[in-house]
């Protein structure tokens, strides 16, 4: 079983940063696309930021505000997240895929963390 492990949620003022983090234990995920997605309560899950073959891809909503990152020698992937807004808050999600193309669509992710909850208050 292949198990992503986000890290790094929590409660903060709006205009405060956090770091996110996912790992991937004992699996080597260097050739797999990674992304963040994002749920509010209420709401579909939303696509935030993906990493593949050097590139990045994001959604128009945290645009110059999030960066995604990874460090293959840890298997862990990042998603740094300044000036932060009340309508980020939601349940953070860490994704692996080996399909090319298409982020945005959480459909072709193979896996799943469990997620971590990230809460801006006003």
């Known amino acids: 079983q292949v198990q992503l492990v986000e890290s790094g949620g929590g409660l903060v003022q709006a205009g405060e940063s956090l770091r996110l983090s996912c790992a991937a234990p004992?699996?080597?995920?260097?050739?797999?696309?990674m992304a963040w997605f994002r749920q509010a309560p209420g709401k579909e899950r939303e696509f935030v930021r993906a990493?593949?073959?050097?590139?990045?891809y994001g959604g128009d909503s945290v645009k110059g505000r999030f960066t995604i990152s990874r460090d293959n020698a840890k298997n862990t992937v990042y998603l740094q997240m300044n000036s932060l807004k009340p309508e980020d808050t939601a349940v953070y999600y860490c994704?692996?895929?080996?399909?090319?193309?298409?982020?945005?669509?959480?459909?072709?992710?193979?896996?799943w963390g469990q997620g971590t909850q990230v809460t801006v208050s006003s």
């Open positions: 004992g699996r080597t995920f260097s050739s797999y696309a």
């Open positions: 990493i593949a073959d050097g590139s990045t």
């Open positions: 994704a692996a895929t080996s399909t090319r193309g298409n982020y945005y669509y959480p459909s072709i992710y193979e896996y």
